[in-house]
């Protein structure tokens, strides 16, 4: 046990607010556990816990294991990874999946060991590696918006329209954090400001069908969609099921007040859906409060310190975009995830990282966190030498120490 930790290598701080937040979230969800066994009649209390262990073990293990390849080999990784991730997102569309009274075509099967995995949280992480290697190839160079379509937008416009019918709210997300990753790695700002406009028409009319003719798209989530909106904007309007989730919630930090009410005390944990995920925060604040909820906050805020710190001192370009790319997701989930409890935004479905339950989107939260204690590595974060590389070639680009 002790050669492991001596093998733990990058940004100590990082390691440190990894492993404070995920053994703070074994009471939160201990806690709201209780709502899957005894409204939903879900297994055990003790059996969600161990399992929640488990699931934060293996992650642990990929963090491990993700931080200890050198930074330089996620170039080739992202070219063998993202012909994958398409081909999975495209498939989970054929795939009907029930998780905690949810059903949607988000997640498959890993055959033989039956876990549910959500492939658009891979397809994240995967195309943000992606984006960072293309805006590190063309950083010396004059690039046009034509150039770019093929290497840059086209897969970024795939990975989103094959997460969009099921899931809008990530692929927003994703699409905005590539926008932003752009910007920062220097992609002309006339095509990203032309992009950007093109995305908020072509937004407003996808909203005006959504809201006007939900029914020419398939399935019902146009319809969740609308709900969703409406009831963030015009409350009054909606329908009072839309708003029976979030009443709970402001229930649920009103109870807290400042310093709450206790572990393992809430009472609306057992009312409302979603409290071990998707709403966790609102149980957090019941039961530990607003300086529990404000502290919550204060680390995430210490780990997006941290990510930017590790990118700044980072020595090559591929490296800096590499850690901004995966790592801040990471924080911009939690606060959306917060914003949502607290009313600042429409109910997304994102979970509290590293505090909810869940599998796959520990898992991916993980890796993410791994490839930033990689680029932390000053042992691996060489300066970059030129080397003639076919970039294309994903067995070339492994090879080369670029």
Known sequence: MLSVFKNLKGDKAIWGLVALL????????????????????????????????????????????????????????????????????????????????????????????????????????????????????????????KESILPLWLPTALVVLLILPENFSTAAIISLLVLILCFLGGYPLKYLFSILGAGLVLGAMFMFVVFKTPEVIPGQRATTWKSRIETFWSPEKADKDDLHQLTLAKIAIAEGGVVGKGAGKSVIKNMLSQSTSDFIFAIIIEEYGLLGGGALLFFYLLLLFRIVVVANSAKTIFSKLLVIGVGLPIVFQAFINMAVVVQLFPVTGQPLPLISMGGTSIWMTCMAIGIVLSASNKSENLEEESYDIDETNPLEVLSGQL
């Open 22 to 145: 995920a053994l703070f979230s074994f009471l939160p969800v201990y806690s709201a556990s209780t709502n899957l066994v005894y409204v939903n009649d879900d297994g055990t209390t003790i059996g969600h816990l161990v399992k929640h262990g488990v699931l934060l073990f293996l992650g642990f293990g990929i963090i491990y294991a993700v931080h200890r390849i050198p930074t330089h080999y996620f170039k080739g990784l992202s070219i063998i990874a993202l012909p994958i991730v398409l081909i999975l997102l495209a498939y989970t569309l054929t795939v009907e999946t029930k998780i905690g009274g949810v059903t949607a075509n988000r997640w498959i099967k890993i055959p033989f060991v039956g876990v549910n995995f959500q492939t658009s949280t891979l397809a994240s992480v995967v195309l943000m590696i992606w984006v960072a290697r293309y805006l590190t190839k063309i950083k010396d160079t004059v690039i046009t918006f």
